[in-house]
């Protein structure tokens, strides 16, 4: 059962476009850019919605026969969803310069649109993998200024780290779409009614639970993991008899994971290992749009040693170990590394 506490089971119905712009009150040096930038983010969520909700209907289920910038096969859904957040966002003015998961190189506004002051960073479909077997899967997404002066934004645009994010969130397509989000005010839910096509509100102020209940690791790689992350995961698991042991759970899809663990609390974590020495997570396009909302709620995400949110990116693509959870878990993760690699 969800937190009640944190599912509105009565009271106004208020939809993402009020809740953002009431946000936008706040501030009274917003330009409205932002509120329409996340506005335009929750329609290319429904429009990706209504492609996974119906994935074996469509036939779009299957490999699109390319391999991505990550070296994986590329899922038709990914492509899909690529292209929904790439045009739905590359002519509105609000953007200087976009990057995407799905593609080697920065995304730069077309010289036809004008160019603004936002940098969009995406995962168009994480977890795309589990597509076929009807495993939720979703799009993160990490909003920053621009720091360039004018014209066409540019890499370093893009290489920002996670402290200097305005907004972050993730869309989740499961038994219901959710959208989670936060502004650098506190985290908030909103899950899609698509009987009228509006995201309302369903989870004001998420706080990720002071009591855990579970763990996310794929343990199929323990014995690759380094002697501090063995020894955690057996302290996770209740070994030094002083604790009740956490329960597992592991999708196999990060955004289904992180919010399972955010709502019920707990931790996930990705270590590197001597077949991904670097983590495979990549930091801009999944760790630190997580942090944000992790620290946003209470929690916190680490990459073994330091917060994820203050390591500065040298690469795009950038891969990196990920702990993210409850705050005390994952500060234990760096106390059993710091000591025992
Ligand atoms: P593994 C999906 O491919 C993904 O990027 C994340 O969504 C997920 O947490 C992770 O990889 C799963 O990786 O190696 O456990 O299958």
């Known amino acids: ?96 310069v976009m990057a995407s998961e799905e593609h080697p190189d920065i995304i730069n506004i077309s010289a036809n649109y004008p160019t603004g002051k936002y940098v969009l960073l995406f995962d168009p479909l994480d977890g795309s993998s589990n597509i076929d077997y009807t495993i939720p899967v979703g799009t993160i997404f990490a909003i920053y200024q621009r720091q360039s002066t004018g014209g066409p934004g540019v890499l370093e645009d893009c290489l920002q780290p996670g402290r200097k994010l305005v907004a972050a969130g993730y869309l989740i397509y499961g038994s219901s779409t959710l959208l989670v989000y936060s502004a650098g005010n506190g985290v908030a839910g909103f ?14 102020n998420i706080r990720i639970p002071e009591n855990p209940r579970y763990y996310s690791a794929n343990q199929g790689y323990q014995l690759r993991w380094s002697k501090g992350i063995q020894a955690y995961t057996r302290w996770i698991q209740g070994e030094d008899g002083g604790r009740k042991g956490l329960s597992l759970r592991y999708v196999g899809s990060l955004v289904a994971d992180f919010h399972r663990n955010l709502l019920a609390g707990g931790v996930f974590y ?24 992790a620290e946003q709620a209470g929690g916190y995400a680490s990459n073994g040693t330091r917060p994820i949110l203050d390591v500065q990116p040298e690469r795009l693509h950038q891969r990196t170990p990920l702990f993210i959870g409850n705050r005390f878990l994952v500060e234990k993760a760096e106390e059993f590394i710091r000591l025992n690699d």
């Open 270 to 293: 990705y270590p590197a290992d001597n077949k991904n020495p670097q983590g495979k997570l990549r930091l801009q396009y999944e760790a630190n749009p997580l942090a944000f909302i």
């Open 191 to 204: 899950t899609l009614d698509p009987s009228v096509g509006e995201f309302l509100l369903s989870h004001p």
């Open 1 to 96: 059962m969800l937190n009640s506490a944190q599912v509105v089971t009565s009271g106004p119905i208020i939809t993402i476009e009020r809740h953002i712009l009431e946000g936008q009150l706040a501030h009274p040096e917003a330009t409205g850019v932002l509120t329409s930038l996340l506005y335009d983010i929750a329609l290319a969520g429904k429009v990706i919605a209504s492609q996974t909700t119906r994935a074996g209907l469509v036939q779009v289920l299957g490999k699109a026969g390319e391999v991505n910038v990550q070296g994986e096969e590329q899922m038709k859904l990914d492509v899909i969803a690529d292209q929904t957040i790439t045009r739905l966002n590359d002519h509105t003015g609000r953007l200087a």
